[in-house]
């Protein structure tokens, strides 16, 4: 869990106010500045314009001031390393999301969550920090000089991705499924694997499976209608593939269902 401790939002100091902590402040904390400043990063100032934001780990020293106004939000919160590492922000860097606006409608919520601390407040002020970091992962991800010249492409693919298994009972094949993006047969599964690590084929029978097993814990719905209604138009292939994704077959698997309940 990311558990907010504290929330400073749009916090204004004197003109070239300073904030120094040699030994960090024992959490990690989310600096979204508001004017320009001086950051120290590994012994060298880099200068942090209005907008940019960086993240602090926890244990490493803190040093920024103003260039002359200081106005500057930030978020102190505890978490593991392995989590926060995961979510993929980068960390004692400066960084320039490219829409500001929705970068601060986080932290105004997050704000608000935290002195009006609501019934599930805490849930809440996770939940918005993993979303605020999510957004910021995949923004720098797209924006990386080894994906900036494909960025558009892979946008593309997600949301021929989405079309794909959002729709997952219809008919999808080698030939159309290239047809969303405009590519071969080879570059899509070149580049189908290259941004989601997995093939498109067995990218749709898992979203077929996942799908069939929730139809198959409704007793009035048969197997063959269940197969029927993730797109398989052979029982048996429905079967052989259930049971390569699950272990069981679909009825052994209905049968677990029924029990555990």
């Not at 400073?8 to 979204?32: K, M, Q, T, W």
């Not at 209608?225 to 993730?230: C, G, T």
Request: net charge negative; glycine share 4%.
């Amino acid at each position: 869990m990311l558990k907010v401790r504290y929330v400073g939002y749009e916090v204004v100091g004197e003109n070239y106010a300073r904030i120094f902590r040699p030994n960090g402040s024992g959490d990690y904390v989310l600096v979204y500045f508001h004017e320009t400043m001086h950051v120290l990063l590994e012994n060298e100032i880099a200068v942090a314009e209005p907008d940019t934001m960086i993240l602090y780990k926890p244990g490493v020293e803190q040093d920024f001031s103003a260039l002359r106004d200081f106005s500057a939000t930030y978020v102190h919160f505890t978490a593991d390393s392995e989590e926060v590492a995961r979510l993929g922000v980068p960390e004692m860097k400066v960084l320039c999301p490219e829409n500001a606006g929705i970068v601060l409608q986080f932290l105004e919520q997050l704000n608000r969550e935290y002195y009006t601390r609501d019934i599930g407040f805490e849930d809440q002020m996770d939940a918005l920090l993993r979303n605020l970091f999510v957004y910021l992962s995949r923004e720098f991800h797209e924006n990386s000089p080894e994906l900036a010249d494909r960025a558009s492409l892979y946008r593309l693919f997600c949301e021929a991705r989405f079309t794909m298994l959002s729709n997952c009972e219809k008919e999808w094949a080698s030939t159309n499924m290239p047809e969303m993006v405009s590519k071969s047969r080879s570059q899509f599964y070149k580049y189908y694997n290259e941004f989601f690590g997995i093939s498109p084929m067995a990218d749709l029978n898992r979203a077929r499976i996942e799908k069939a097993k929730i139809l198959l814990t409704n007793k009035d719905v048969s197997v063959t209608e269940v197969a029927s209604l993730v797109g398989y138009a052979s029982i048996h292939h429905f079967s052989r593939t259930f049971k390569e994704h699950t272990g069981l077959s679909p009825l052994q698997y209905v049968k677990r269902i029924t029990n555990r309940r």
